[in-house]
């Protein structure tokens, strides 16, 4: 199957009323994990890494990793950079062939946001690659042991942001935060919708973990199209880790369980964002 950019997935998501789940990866395990629940479920996924990952899973090691993953697929996979911090980093990330990328600008003055995307935006186009933006800020922390407070996506200011940039997905600040939540998140559906309402450009979720799948089917009745899965997957290796540790396993059962912890994470995942009837 093909690598196939965001924006294609988002199409075909978009018509069917669903959302593609995007699952953060790290090592070869939580990649192989991933696209066998993507194969078993016949679903498309997307896989990801964040800038602030690299340092421990460099994008020269990961990229083609990802990337060779995708192309054995026998389903539809997109290669993406979540949270691109860097011009230098989005462009190494074109060069390993990713399908899409993300530019984070949300923290940066709305005019210097629009301007780093859209020079972001005519990069990846020499590629073929989709782009992602964020406006207001999605709360948490990232990875970089920054915590960023959210600010709310003003829906009038995301169709003029969608409409100067040319981008293929916004991801919106409804409530959401990266990381555990302290308390059940309220998302402000009613901001969503209003986004929705004006913005022809498909919407993305982050700080997927801890959100029910009650709140998940109504994020995609209003419009997500796409959904970020991190911390979820990590902890699911991180407790296979300590399980294996525990059962006195070897090197060959730890690098089985991690995959196997993943799988089942964004099996469950897939199956919520992609269901047929409401819950
Ligand atoms: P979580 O870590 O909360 O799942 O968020 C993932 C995300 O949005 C990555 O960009």
Do not use: W
């Not at 308390?183 to 901001?191: G, S, W």
């Not at 369980?257 to 993943?262: E, G, K, L, P, T």
Request: hydrophobic share 40%; charged share 25%; glycine share 8%.
């Amino acid at each position: 199957m093909p690598l196939v950019t965001l924006k294609q997935l988002i199409k075909n998501a978009s018509r069917d009323n669903k959302a593609v789940g995007a699952f953060s990866v790290g090592n070869m395990e939580m990649i192989l994990g991933a696209i066998k629940a993507a194969e078993e479920t016949n679903t498309p996924i997307i896989i990801q890494i964040a800038e602030v990952r690299l340092p421990t899973s460099p994008l020269a090691i990961i990229g083609p990793m990802m990337v060779a993953a995708a192309k054995n697929s026998r389903v539809d996979v997109c290669v993406h950079l979540d949270h691109g911090l860097k011009f230098e980093t989005i462009k190494q990330a074109l060069e390993s062939g990713f399908s899409s990328v993300m530019i984070d600008g949300s923290i940066l003055d709305y005019e210097e946001n629009i301007a780093l995307t859209q020079k972001v935006v005519e990069e990846a186009r020499k590629y073929g690659a989709s782009v992602e933006a964020e406006l207001g800020v999605v709360g948490g922390n990232e990875g970089d042991g920054k915590s960023h407070s959210i600010k709310y996506t003003d829906p009038a200011v995301a169709v003029d942001f969608c409409r100067r940039t040319g981008i293929d997905a916004l991801a919106v600040a409804i409530g959401n935060a990266h990381g555990h939540y302290k308390i059940q998140p309220e998302l402000r559906i009613d901001v969503l919708k209003d986004i929705f309402d004006v913005c022809d450009t498909p919407l993305v979720l982050h700080g997927g973990t801890g959100i029910t799948p009650q709140i998940f089917r109504e994020c995609i009745k209003n419009g997500i199209r796409k959904v970020n899965i991190a911390t979820a997957s990590f902890d699911a290796v991180a407790t296979a880790s300590r399980k294996t540790a525990e059962e006195n396993g070897n090197y060959f059962s730890l690098s089985q369980n991690m995959a196997d912890a993943v799988y089942d994470n964004v099996k469950n995942h897939i199956e919520i964002f992609n269901m047929k009837s409401e819950i």
